[in-house]
């Protein structure tokens, strides 16, 4: 409660609390009202003023809230390519894990940041021991046990397609790459698939060669996933 003193006629002391005329003297009681209406009338434009302000600030976060998708369910990733003798995959079924945040309206994804994706090497399996030794060695996983992808930029979304830039990162080597997913709303779920095209050698990787270099693998390789994020709710 602020309070106001001061001094009127003969010495006498009035004392005015923010709002309310408390005391009358003298025949100053249109002067007190007067002084008590103007100090409630600012008092009222105050605190409407600042309801206000609050009112739209909590009107914007509800526009903008996004919320947090977590990797769940049936994941694969799959690193295919060629060699001399065949062509070949990778795929990884388990071990992965991730995060979005996504804003959704009526089946559709309406804004989306913060996507992060890890792998670890070793989850990549081929079906023959051998060759996953070698592609082990090749993506030097005791030095650099995870593959990952981070989202930099948001490009485009239509109703079914996100298109993103993000920094990949293979063998400790990072590069930006252009990403585009086909996606699917069900519920609390989102399912997203893809794939892009990259090389060895672009990420500082020799291609994996077998028996004395007379098996060698391409540079080229792709990169495909069908992946889904779910919310808590």
Do not use: C
Not at 111 to 128: F, H, Q, R, Y
């Amino acid at each position: 409660m602020t309070t106001i003193m001061f001094r009127v006629n003969r010495g006498q002391a009035v004392t005015i609390s923010w709002g309310l005329a408390l005391y009358q003297q003298d025949g100053r009681k249109d002067h007190f009202k007067y002084l008590n209406e103007k100090l409630m009338k600012k008092a009222i434009h105050i605190i409407a003023k600042t309801t206000w302000v609050v009112f739209l600030t909590l009107a914007a976060f509800a526009v903008n809230a996004q919320e947090k998708y977590t990797l769940s369910g049936d994941q694969v990733i799959k690193v295919s390519g060629t060699s001399t003798i065949h062509d070949w995959d990778m795929v990884a079924k388990s071990g992965m894990s991730g995060d979005i945040q996504l804003k959704t309206e009526n089946g559709v994804i309406t804004a989306l940041e913060g996507l992060k994706l890890t792998i670890p090497v070793n989850t990549l399996k081929s079906g023959k021991s051998s060759m996953d030794k070698n592609a082990y060695e090749a993506l030097k996983s005791k030095a650099n046990p995870k593959i990952s992808f981070e989202l930099v930029e948001v490009l485009g979304i239509t109703p079914d397609t996100v298109k993103v830039k993000g920094k990949l990162t293979v063998a400790g080597t990072s590069k930006l790459i252009p990403l585009e997913a086909k996606y699917i709303v069900n519920g609390n779920a989102v399912d997203f698939a893809g794939k892009h095209e990259i090389t060895f050698t672009e990420f500082k990787i020799d291609p994996p060669t077998a028996m004395f270099n007379t098996i060698k693998t391409g540079d080229n390789l792709t990169l495909s996933f069908n992946t889904q994020f779910k919310s808590a709710r």
